[in-house]
């Protein structure tokens, strides 16, 4: 079975500061995407990396995709309240999307 | 907004009824994706469908069945219902079946069974 997990669950910081949500499996995925997620809606895609090594930037958000393509990071810098909500992340394989279980942030003013 | 729409937004329902869950895909995307995120198991996929055909299966019980009809849009219908399907159903979709394409999520559905 293939697993996701990720870390920390939950993370409550200040607003201004940097955080890193880690993404792990033992498996290889051919792509890998994060979402982010509101209470009561659907998930919103993020980015998706495929290659071995890849980073990516949204604003204040870097995506990174390991080398083996087992894992992936997100950082953020300078949290603002509004990057609050569940970030997942999800691997693709065999037509199938493996979500890990979350990271909850919080960012107070 | 992602394109995707799924109704009814909230379905309210007691332990042994049956209910019908509705999804349509963004306009141009074949492929229909049916999650269930509950508190304890997160976001688990339950099915795939692709141009009418189903393409993958996950954890979906034998309770649960779903179908893709010509003009593309999907249902799920859940049977026998139990207090642990109260959960947040939702449907995804993307242009074709393969890893390569991203899936797009609806709303959801949360179904509260009593």
């Known amino acids: 079975t293939q697993l996701l997990e990720q870390s920390p669950q939950f993370l409550s910081i200040q607003e201004g500061e940097n955080l890193t949500v880690y993404c792990n499996s033992s498996s290889v995925f051919s792509s890998l995407q994060w979402y982010r997620q509101e209470p009561g809606e659907g998930p919103v895609l993020l980015v998706t990396?495929?290659?071995?090594?890849e980073v990516k930037k949204l604003k204040r958000l870097t995506f990174q995709f390991g080398d083996a393509r087992k894992d992936s990071s997100l950082h953020i810098t300078a949290a603002q309240p509004g990057d609050t909500g569940l970030y997942l992340c999800?691997?693709?394989?065999?037509?199938?999307?493996?979500f890990g279980q979350g990271t909850e942030l919080s960012v107070k003013p | 907004d992602s394109g995707v729409t799924q109704t009814p937004k909230h379905l309210i329902t007691a332990t042994g009824q049956r209910v019908t869950l509705r999804c349509s895909p963004r306009s141009g995307d074949l492929s229909v994706y049916w999650y269930q995120q509950s508190l304890d198991q997160g976001l688990q996929f339950l099915i795939q469908y692709y141009n009418g055909e189903e393409r993958a299966k996950g954890n979906i019980l034998e309770r649960f069945s779903a179908q893709q009809f010509p003009d593309l849009h999907s249902e799920l219908n859940l049977s026998s219902l139990e207090l642990g399907d109260s959960a947040l159903y939702f449907c995804a979709s993307s242009v074709g079946s393969s890893d390569t394409y991203e899936q797009y999520f609806g709303p959801g559905t949360r179904l509260t069974v009593t």
């Open positions: 999800a691997g693709h394989s065999r037509g199938k999307l493996i």
């Open positions: 990396v495929v290659t071995g090594g």
